[in-house]
């Protein structure tokens, strides 16, 4: 499908929405990539879209993660571990995902959306420890949780940062602030193993890939910037954030339905 300017420009739009919230939140936002690029750039093949957010999401959680670690707030072993099972999981997703058809794909994404916003508004806060050292005894719950938030990260093409994160937090008692900039190492493996999956069918838009990696970017390092300044607002955000999530996944589900 060949795209004009502005689609273009739109592509670079919702790469910005996308890296910006992706660095502010640690997640969520790449579950904005495939509506976005789907209702507003306009691409109509479901693989397609989640091809390219794949790509684009896990070169966002790069440059964000590269943000956190010269903060010192990402914790390696543990991401490490998270990563070991979640490759194979996003492996076994993605392959998976091609397999389905897209309409059914897109109904079955805009569920989890609607899923997801549910549970941020639902969600308390825990982990409230200044710091975080490694446990052995958390490797096994680390490496299980891990193995399935790559298998859903895989199958809708999606960073998983709303899984992983509290996925941390669970397993090791990290607090948030440290989940959040551990997770990026796992969205950029998970997204980068999706991505070489459907890249391998050729179902990755290359251009259209590289302005919503550009205009995240520009989020990225506005979301670094931002983070620890708006803290204590955390918990206000996600809630507006929850209420964004769940009108799109809403409105995906209808206009899928009525496609």
């Not at 739009?13 to 990539?33: H, K, N, Q, W, Y």
């Not at 607090?175 to 179902?203: C, K, R």
């Not at 259209?208 to 607002?233: D, E, K, M, Q």
Request: proline residues 2%.
């Amino acid at each position: 499908m060949a795209l004009d300017l502005f689609q273009y420009g739109m592509g670079t739009l919702s790469g910005a929405l996308v890296g910006f919230t992706l660095a502010l939140l640690g997640g969520g936002g790449s579950i904005l990539a495939v509506p976005l690029l789907v209702h507003a750039v306009g691409l109509t093949d479901a693989h397609t879209a989640i091809a390219t957010s794949a790509v684009a999401v896990a070169s966002n959680a790069l440059i964000s993660l590269v943000m956190h670690a010269r903060r010192g707030t990402v914790i390696w072993r543990y991401a490490g571990l998270y990563c070991a099972t979640g490759i194979v999981g996003a492996l076994l997703g993605a392959s998976i995902g091609k397999m389905l058809d897209g309409k059914h794909l897109l109904l079955y994404f805009s569920g989890l959306m609607i899923a997801i916003a549910i549970l941020m508004l639902r969600r308390i806060s825990v982990a409230s420890e200044d710091t975080c050292i490694f446990e052995r005894r958390n490797t096994t719950k680390v490496l299980a949780i891990g193995g399935g938030s790559g298998v859903i990260s895989g199958f809708f093409g999606i960073g998983g940062g709303f899984l992983i994160v509290p996925g941390l937090v669970f397993s090791t008692g990290m607090p948030t602030i440290n989940a959040v900039s551990t997770s990026l190492l796992a969205i950029v493996a998970f997204g980068s193993t999706t991505a070489a999956t459907y890249s391998i069918s050729g179902l990755v838009d290359w251009p259209l890939a590289a302005v919503f990696i550009a205009g995240g970017a520009v989020g990225a390092v506005l979301g670094c910037n931002l983070v620890h300044r708006l803290r204590p607002y955390q918990s206000a955000l996600n809630s507006v954030f929850a209420g964004a999530i769940l009108t799109f996944g809403i409105a995906m589900a209808w206009s899928t339905l009525l496609g």
